[in-house]
């Protein structure tokens, strides 16, 4: 039992990991609170952020040489683009379906 709790915090120290703010972290920070960046993906996100300025969606990562679709899911909800909620929580979702409206009761 000892055993499985010793290797369960091991494997499971990424989880409890703090997001951080990509648009002020530097290469270092970046590399240890994501998954699938090491650091010279970190470096990465720092250049393309100081030629074309801050992050403002979870999209604008994956003009970074190195990240694709799949590392930004793995890290949505670790990144955050200001003071706000991680980035997961930022997504748009799809606007809902406009109500019918109701026709007028036709009088027996």
């Known amino acids: 039992m000892k055993k499985l709790f010793v290797l369960f915090m091991l494997c499971s120290f990424a989880v409890f990991a703090e997001p951080i ?5 530097d290469a270092e920070t970046i590399s240890k609170a994501l998954t699938g960046i090491g650091p ?3 470096e990465a996100v720092v250049q393309y952020r100081k030629e074309h ?3 403002k969606t979870l ?11 799949k590392t930004v899911q793995q890290n949505e909800k670790n ?3 200001g003071d706000s909620a991680p980035a997961a929580a930022e997504k748009i979702d799809k606007p809902e379906k406009p109500e019918k409206p109701q026709e007028p009761k036709k009088p027996k």
């Not at 990562?61 to 679709?69: A, K, M, Q, R, T």
């Open 21 to 25: 703010n990509i648009n002020q972290a």
């Open 40 to 42: 010279k993906k970190a």
């Open 79 to 81: 990144i955050l683009f």
């Open 53 to 55: 300025g801050d992050f």
């Open 59 to 69: 999209k604008d990562l994956e003009n970074v040489s190195g990240i694709g679709e």
